[in-house]
C-alpha cells in the first residue's frame, strides 16, 4: 500500500479471476471506505494502524473481488448499485443497494456512468481537490488513458466508446476533481481532469 496524497492508500494485487493485477483503494474518510479494493500483499493487518474500513464502494457488481476477507475482519458494509444486485441473489455476498445521485458514507458521490452495464458508476471522493474512481469505463495501461479491449465492450463497441466518451464529458463539465482513480490501472495524481478531457477530445476528432 502507498499513500498518493494524505489519507488515500493505492495497491495492486494480482486477480486470478482475470489473470492481471488489478488497483484498489482506501480513504480515510469519516468514515474511512474502500473502493474494489482486493486484500494488500502484506494482508489485513495493515489496515490495523487506521480507523478500520467502515464501507466498501463497488463501481460495477463484478468488482467484489475481496469483500468477504473485509465483512469477515472488520464488519465492513458493501454497496453497489441497485441495477447490480441481481449478480448477489444467490447469498454470497451480503450487499446494500445505492442509486446514481445518492450521496454515500463519508461523502462520496455515486455517479452514473453507465454504457457498459446500468450500474457501472463513477465515485466523486471529498478528499485533495477531488478524486473521481472509474471502474470498467476508461482503464489507464501505460501510463495512458484508453478503453479495454473490443472483445470486453460488448456487442457495438464503436457506439460504447462513443457513449462512454459523451458520458465522462458531461461528468467533467459537472463536477471538480484533480485526480483519477482506475479500477484498472495506475492513479492518476495531479491534473487528473485535464488528462481526461485532452483524451476524451481527441476522441471526437
Known amino acids: 500500500m502507498r499513500e498518493m496524497v494524505p489519507g488515500l492508500y493505492h495497491w495492486k494485487v ?3 479471476y482475470i489473470k492481471d493485477k488489478v488497483d484498489s483503494y482506501f480513504a480515510l474518510l469519516d468514515p474511512p471506505i474502500l473502493i474494489d479494493p482486493m ?7 495493515q489496515f490495523r494502524r487506521f480507523p478500520p474500513p467502515a464501507h466498501i464502494f463497488l463501481t460495477n457488481r463484478l468488482h467484489d473481488r475481496h ?9 465492513t ?5 441497485r441495477a447490480g444486485l ?17 450521496e454515500l458514507p463519508g ?3 455515486a455517479i452514473e456512468v453507465g454504457v457498459l452495464c446500468p450500474e457501472e458508476t463513477a465515485l466523486l471522493l471529498p478528499i485533495a481537490e477531488g478524486v473521481l474512481a472509474i471502474g470498467d469505463a476508461l482503464v489507464r495501461w501505460e501510463g495512458k488513458i484508453g478503453f479495454v479491449p473490443d472483445f470486453l465492450l460488448g456487442d457495438d463497441p ?10 465522462f464529458l458531461e461528468i467533467c463539465s459537472s463536477y471538480d476533481f484533480d485526480h483519477l482513480l482506475f479500477a484498472h490501472g495506475d492513479p492518476l495524481i495531479g491534473e487528473g481532469k485535464a488528462a481526461l478531457l485532452g483524451y476524451l477530445k481527441s476522441l471526437k476528432e
Do not use: M
Open 14 to 16: 494480482y486477480n486470478p
Open 39 to 45: 486484500e494488500p500483499e502484506e494482508g489485513l493487518d
Open 67 to 75: 469483500c468477504q476477507r473485509y465483512i469477515d475482519s472488520f464488519g
Open 77 to 81: 458494509t458493501v454497496w453497489c448499485h
Open 86 to 102: 441481481h449478480e448477489f441473489q444467490d447469498g454470497s455476498l451480503a450487499v446494500t443497494a445505492f442509486d446514481h445521485g445518492d
Open 107 to 109: 461523502g462520496v458521490k
Open 158 to 167: 464503436p457506439a460504447i466508446r462513443v457513449g462512454i466518451r459523451d458520458r
